[in-house]
C-alpha cells in the first residue's frame, strides 16, 4: 500500500478530516480534505464534527483549531513547525501592556499562540482585517499586533491611527519594492499580487494586497492570464490546480516558508497511526482564547 492509499484507509478508521494551509507542499494539498487561508481553515474547524483533525499548517493554526473544536483530537504533524511572527508577541508582554493601557482595544492577529489570544479583545485574519478594524469607533484606542506590517497597510488603507506591535512576518518583511519592480520589468502584461503581511511600501507598488484566499478569488475572477504572486510559494500549487489556462510569476527572492513544509505525507500518515502530535490546551485557555476568534467569525460573516 502506498502512501496516499494508507492515509486515505486510517482517516476512514478514524473518522479524521486533514486541512491544510495554502502555503503547505502541493501534495499535502492534495491529500487534504479542506484547504484554505487562516479564516477559512478556523471557519471549517468551528463548524467541524470530525473525531479528528489532522491540521497542516504551523502550530497556531493546530492551536485555533483545538480552541475552535475542542472536543476533537487535534493533531499536527509537525510539531517543530512554529510561526517566528507569533513568537513576537509574547503572552505574558501582551498582558503586561494591557494592564498599562486598559483602555485600549487589542487586536491580535490570528498568528497568534493560544496564550496570547487569551489575553486580547479580538482576533482577525489578513482576509478580514480591514472590515473588523472599519467597523471600530474612530475614537477607540487600537494595539494591533504582533504584524507591524499588515498593521501598517489597515492605518493607510482605513486613515486611522492604531498602535502596532514590533513584529512581522519574516518570509513577506524581506519582500522589496525593487523586488516588485523587477518582476513588473520581467512580467509587463501581468496582474501584480501581494500580501498585506509585505510592507506599505511594497502593496503600494502592487495592483492588489489580498490573503491567500483573496488573491485565489482574484485569479479566478479576474480576465487576465498573467499573475504575478508576492507571497508565500506554495499558494501556486493551487493557483496552477484550479486556473489551467493562466500563468503565475513567483517573486525573484523565492519567498519560502520552511516551518510550513514541515508538514509531508509521510508525518500525516504516522500522526493518524498511532495518534501522535496531539494539541493539548487546558480549559481555561480554550476557554479565554475562543472569545476573541468567535468575535472575529461574527464579525467577518
Not at 473544536?69 to 517566528?84: E, T, Y
Not at 495592483?207 to 508565500?232: H, I, R
Not at 493518524?272 to 468575535?295: C, H, Y
Request: net charge negative.
Amino acid at each position: 500500500m502506498d502512501i496516499i492509499q494508507e492515509i486515505i484507509q486510517l482517516k476512514k478508521e478514524r473518522n479524521a478530516v486533514i486541512m491544510a494551509h495554502n502555503y503547505t507542499l502541493g501534495e499535502v494539498q492534495d491529500i487534504a480534505d479542506y484547504s484554505g487561508d487562516s479564516l477559512e481553515l478556523a471557519r471549517i474547524a468551528a463548524g467541524c464534527d470530525a473525531k479528528v483533525i489532522v491540521l497542516c499548517g504551523v502550530r497556531f493554526m493546530a492551536e485555533t483549531a483545538k480552541i475552535l473544536s475542542p472536543d476533537a483530537v487535534v493533531l499536527h504533524p509537525a510539531p517543530d513547525s512554529g510561526c517566528p511572527m507569533a513568537d513576537m508577541a509574547d503572552a505574558e508582554a501582551v498582558k503586561k501592556f494591557r494592564e498599562e493601557n486598559p483602555d485600549t482595544l487589542l487586536i491580535a492577529y490570528v498568528n497568534t499562540t493560544a496564550a496570547t489570544k487569551s489575553e486580547v479583545d479580538i482576533c482577525c485574519t489578513s482576509g478580514n482585517a480591514e472590515k473588523i478594524v472599519a467597523a471600530l469607533p474612530k475614537d477607540q484606542k487600537v494595539m494591533f499586533l504582533p504584524d507591524a506590517n499588515l498593521g501598517g497597510n489597515l492605518v493607510k488603507s482605513l486613515d486611522r491611527p492604531m498602535g502596532l506591535w514590533n513584529g512581522c512576518c519574516p518570509i513577506h518583511n524581506r519582500i522589496t519594492p525593487e523586488d516588485i519592480r523587477q518582476a513588473r520589468a520581467a512580467h509587463p502584461e501581468a496582474v501584480v499580487m501581494v500580501h498585506p503581511e509585505c510592507k506599505v511600501e511594497v502593496t503600494a507598488l502592487a495592483d492588489f494586497a489580498f490573503s491567500t484566499g483573496g488573491m485565489l478569488k482574484l485569479v479566478k475572477e479576474n480576465p487576465a492570464t498573467e499573475f504575478v504572486v508576492g507571497t508565500e510559494i506554495g499558494i501556486l500549487h493551487r493557483m496552477k490546480k484550479e486556473n489551467p489556462g493562466k500563468k503565475f510569476y513567483p517573486l525573484e527572492n523565492n519567498p519560502v516558508c520552511e516551518d510550513m513544509k514541515k508538514i509531508t505525507l509521510e508525518k500525516i500518515a504516522a500522526v493518524l497511526r498511532d495518534l501522535s502530535g496531539e494539541v493539548k490546551l487546558d480549559a481555561q485557555t480554550i476557554e479565554k482564547a475562543r472569545r476573541p476568534i468567535e468575535k472575529m467569525l461574527e464579525l467577518s460573516k
